[in-house]
T-cell receptor
Framework: EAQVTQNPRYLITVTGKKLTVTCSQN?????MSWYRQDPGLGLRQIYY???????DKGDVPEGYKVSRKEKRNFPLILESPSPNQTSLYFC?????????????FGEGSRLTVL | AQRVTQPEKLLSVFKGAPVELKCNYS??????LFWYVQYSRQRLQLLLR??SRESIKGFTADLNKGETSFHLKKPFAQEEDSAMYYC???????????FGTGTSLTVIP
C-alpha cells in the first residue's frame, strides 16, 4: 500500500533529550516535508526537501534539523527539545505533476516535551 | 505574514443545506490553491486543487484572483462531510506550502 509512515506516533520526552521522528514513503516521491500543527495556528511548514541531499527551511525551522540521505526517508531531528516544541507533527510527500503535486500525509506524531 | 486565512473556526449546517467554507489568501504572483480535508481518524488528504477544476464529492472551489479567495462550496451538505477542512497555498516554486488554521464543519442530521 502506497503510504507515508511516521514513527513514533506518540512520544513524551524531557527538555534537552535529543530525539528523532522518522518518516518514510514508498511512492518514490522526490518532495518531502515536515509540518507542525498547533491549536489556532493550523499547519506550519518546518522543512522541506526537493530531492536527496537537498533540504530547505520552511516557515518555522528553529530548533529542528532534517536530513535526506535516501529518497524514501526524511527524519526530523530535535537536538535539544524544549516545551514549545510540544506539538502534532506531520510528514508529507509528493511528486510534481506539472504543478505542485498532491501531498500525501503520514498519520502524525504527537510529541510532548516536559 | 498571514498568507492563508480561514475566518471560521467552526461551522455547523443542517443536512441538505448549502455550505460554504471561506478562504482568502495573500501572495504575490500566481499561487496554487488547494483544499485538504481530515475526516475523523483518517489522514489529512487532498480534496481538490484549483488547477484541476474538478468537483470532488460534490464540492467545488473557484479561484477568484480579484478577491484573492478560494471558497469551498457544496449545494447540499451530507453528514459524511463533517470534517476538518484546510485551505492551502503553494508558491510559484511549488516548494513551500502555507496552510490556513482550518474550519471544522459539522453537518447536523
Amino acid at each position: 500500500e502506497a503510504q507515508v509512515t511516521q514513527n513514533p506516533r506518540y512520544l513524551i520526552t524531557v527538555t534537552g533529550k535529543k530525539l528523532t521522528v522518522t518518516c518514510s514513503q514508498n511512492m518514490n516521491h522526490e518532495y518531502m516535508s515536515w509540518y507542525r500543527q498547533d491549536p489556532g495556528l493550523g499547519l506550519r511548514q518546518i522543512y522541506y526537501s526537493m530531492n536527496v541531499e537537498v533540504t530547505d527551511k520552511g516557515d518555522v525551522p528553529e530548533g529542528y534539523k532534517v536530513s535526506r540521505k535516501e529518497k524514501r526517508n526524511f527524519p526530523l531531528i530535535l537536538e535539544s527539545p524544549s516545551p514549545n516544541q510540544t506539538s502534532l507533527y506531520f510528514c508529507a510527500s509528493s511528486s510534481p505533476d506539472g504543478g505542485t503535486g498532491e501531498l500525501f500525509f503520514g498519520e502524525g506524531s504527537r510529541l510532548t516535551v516536559l | 505574514a498571514q498568507r492563508v486565512t480561514q475566518p471560521e473556526k467552526l461551522l455547523s449546517v443542517f443536512k441538505g443545506a448549502p455550505v460554504e467554507l471561506k478562504c482568502n489568501y495573500s501572495y504575490s504572483g500566481s499561487p496554487e490553491l488547494f483544499w485538504y480535508v481530515q475526516y475523523s481518524r483518517q489522514r489529512l488528504q487532498l480534496l481538490l486543487r484549483h488547477i484541476s477544476r474538478e468537483s470532488i464529492k460534490g464540492f467545488t472551489a473557484d479561484l477568484n484572483k480579484g478577491e484573492t479567495s478560494f471558497h469551498l462550496k457544496k449545494p447540499f451538505a451530507q453528514e459524511e462531510d463533517s470534517a476538518m477542512y484546510y485551505c492551502a497555498l503553494s508558491g510559484i516554486s511549488g516548494n513551500q506550502f502555507y496552510f490556513g488554521t482550518g474550519t471544522s464543519l459539522t453537518v447536523i442530521p
